[in-house]
Each structure stands twice: as structure tokens, then as C-alpha cells.
Antibody, heavy 119, light 107 residues
Framework: EVQLLESGGGLVQPGGSLRLSCAAS????????MSWVRQAPGKGLEWVSA????????YYADSVKGRFTISRDNSKNTLYLQMNSLRAEDTAVYYC????????????WGQGTLVTVSS | DIQMTQSPSTLSASVGDRVTITCRAS??????LAWYQQKPGKAPNLLIY???SLESGVPSRFSGSGSGTEFTLTITSLQPDDFATYYC?????????FGQGTKVEIK
């Protein structure tokens, strides 16, 4: 059974940094592109970033480009999101998501971790 | 960037109703469209991929259709468990955007 477990969320001041983790199990982690998707309180879903299974190709939404860095450790089956220069508008639940392996739709999601950016 | 527009934003319906949600893309996305259901406080759940393929384990009352720029999600005979918010998303690229969501409420 595929399991994705996010951690690392919390309260951080504007301009601060936070690193999210997503621990994966139940599948061959290195074979799948992984993404981060966020949802601000009461709002819709926003794709944030994606990273191919090899770790060679990264993709970012314009809203986070230059501030967030996605990475993975395939030996630890873990996906990361390093978030720097955080803003109030980054406040959201952050989900990690696994693609299907064949096409780039999100087949599995974690339960999410809440990031609150506030002074 | 490709924009996805869902309609309606909110839909009031009764148990047993047939419900249709529309998603329009600003340019052709072929059949690279997925539909997700999200309940409050929970992660989204995949319903449909490739515009019309039903994800394993999803009830057959859910169906998807369309290609190019116009797509629909249909729920035949709405059940109490189906009251939720539904999102479309194109995956023509890794950076595929979501529609703004359609909340299905109890009438």
C-alpha cells in the first residue's frame, strides 16, 4: 500500500525558513516523479513543485521560484521542500503527491502538513 | 500557462440527482485531464484520469468525458458520501494547474 507522510510544518515568521519532508513507502520511490501541492485556508489547490525520480529535473511554480527548493533522497525514500524567504501568502497545507509512473497525474497523496507564516 | 475554468463554483443537489461539472482549458490539453474529490480536512482523492478513465476503486457512478478544451465530470445518482469539492487538473506538463473547484452541497 502506498503511504506518503509529510512532516516539518509549523509556525514561522515572515522571511524565515522551513524544511518539509515526505516519507514514502509501499512503492519503488526512485521510479516516480514526486510533487508538492499546497492549499491555502479555504482556497483551492495550487501545484508548487515537481522532481523527477532520478532527481535530475526540477519544476517550480512562478510563485515560489527562487525561494523554494525541491529535493529527494532515494536511499531514504524521502522527498523534501526547503522553503526560504517565507511570506504570509505561503500559509497553506502542503501535500506531497506521487504521479502514476506512466502519466503526470497525481495518483496518491499524503495527509498534508500545515505551514503558517505569521509574526 | 494553460488556465482551467470550472463551472459552477457551487452546486446544490439532492441525493439521487444526476450532477455534471464542467472544466474548460484555455488551450487544448488533449485528454490530459484528471478529476479529484476532496472532503473537508482531507487530501484530494483521484477519481478520473486521462479524461475518462476511472481510477481503481472509484464507484462507477462517477464518469468523465471530453477532450481538447472541454471536459465534464458526471455523477449519476448522487450519494450522501459524494457531497464534497471537486477539482479538475490538466497534466499536459508537470506544472499542470487546477481548476478553482466545484463544491457540491446538499439541497
Amino acid at each position: 500500500e502506498v503511504q506518503l507522510l509529510e512532516s516539518g510544518g509549523g509556525l514561522v515568521q515572515p522571511g524565515g525558513s522551513l524544511r518539509l519532508s515526505c516519507a514514502a513507502s509501499g512503492f519503488t520511490f526512485s521510479s516516480y516523479t514526486m510533487s508538492w501541492v499546497r492549499q491555502a485556508p479555504g482556497k483551492g489547490l495550487e501545484w508548487v513543485s515537481a522532481l523527477t525520480g532520478s532527481g535530475y529535473s526540477t519544476y517550480y511554480a512562478d510563485s515560489v521560484k527562487g525561494r523554494f527548493t525541491i529535493s529527494r533522497d532515494n536511499s531514504k525514500n524521502t522527498l523534501y521542500l526547503q522553503m526560504n524567504s517565507l511570506r504570509a501568502e505561503d500559509t497553506a497545507v502542503y501535500y506531497c503527491a506521487k504521479d502514476s509512473g506512466v502519466e503526470a497525474y497525481f495518483q496518491n497523496w499524503g495527509q498534508g502538513t500545515l505551514v503558517t507564516v505569521s509574526s | 500557462d494553460i488556465q482551467m475554468t470550472q463551472s459552477p463554483s457551487t452546486l446544490s443537489a439532492s441525493v439521487g440527482d444526476r450532477v455534471t461539472i464542467t472544466c474548460r482549458a484555455s488551450q487544448s490539453i488533449y485528454s490530459y485531464l484528471a478529476w479529484y474529490q476532496q472532503k473537508p480536512g482531507k487530501a484530494p482523492n483521484l477519481l478520473i484520469y486521462k479524461a475518462s478513465s476511472l481510477e481503481s476503486g472509484v464507484p462507477s457512478r462517477f464518469s468523465g468525458s471530453g477532450s481538447g478544451t472541454e471536459f465534464t465530470l458526471t455523477i449519476t445518482s448522487l450519494q450522501p458520501d459524494d457531497f464534497a469539492t471537486y477539482y479538475c487538473r490538466h497534466y499536459n506538463s508537470y506544472s499542470g494547474t487546477f481548476g478553482q473547484g466545484t463544491k457540491v452541497e446538499i439541497k
